[in-house]
């Protein structure tokens, strides 16, 4: 019931953002981002997880953990969040009981050495660039592993190293 209702909720603001901002296409590549799509290219939405600014590609929530959802966009977007909402802001709230990892948290409780912390992060095969917005819902993480190398990363590829791979549930 709660992925039908999450379900819903993306469908409304994905057609209330078509609307608004008369917008030619909204697509989901992948259920765990949502993106806006005009003319000319992609732009991220601002997701702030319990106060916590984040994008979609920094981030992985069990849908079963969230309380409720809120929808901010255009001018009161910018008001509240500045120029990183520009394209809308999703308001997730949790359920108490959700522990939320952000990068530090994150390090410490999965045991990173300090030279591991300076590892590429890569969430469900996509490079984190910008790990101050890593932010990760405990019980959607299903493995963290340290790989040789990462030869599958989207949208850039890197050099053949190690990092850090952290596979979570995608919003469904």
């Known amino acids: 019931m709660k992925t039908l209702l999450f379900l819903l909720t993306l469908s409304f603001v994905q057609m209330s953002f078509a609307q608004e901002n008369n917008l030619r296409k909204i697509i989901s590549n992948n259920s765990q981002n949502v ?3 005009d003319n000319k290219n992609f ?3 601002l997701y702030v997880i319990n106060g916590m600014p984040t994008f979609s590609d920094c981030s992985a929530i069990n849908v079963q ?3 409720s959802i809120n929808v901010f966009k255009g001018e009161r977007a910018t008001e509240l969040y500045g120029y990183r909402a520009k394209n809308g802001v999703l308001i997730f709230t949790t359920k108490p009981e959700t522990q939320l990892l952000n990068v ?3 390090y410490t409780e999965y045991n990173f050495s300090k030279a591991d912390q300076f590892l590429p992060i890569v969430l469900n095969k ?3 660039d910008e790990k101050d917005y890593l ?3 405990k019980s959607a993480i299903i493995s963290v ?6 030869p599958f990363v989207e949208p850039v590829l890197l050099p053949k190293v190690k990092a850090i791979y952290i596979e979570a549930m995608e919003m469904k």
């Open 35 to 37: 993106k806006i799509r």
């Open 43 to 45: 732009q991220n939405v």
């Open 65 to 67: 953990n969230i309380e």
């Open 104 to 106: 530090q948290i994150f």
């Open 126 to 128: 996509h490079f984190v």
């Open 135 to 137: 932010l990760l819902d």
């Open 145 to 150: 592993k340290i790989l040789d190398e990462q």
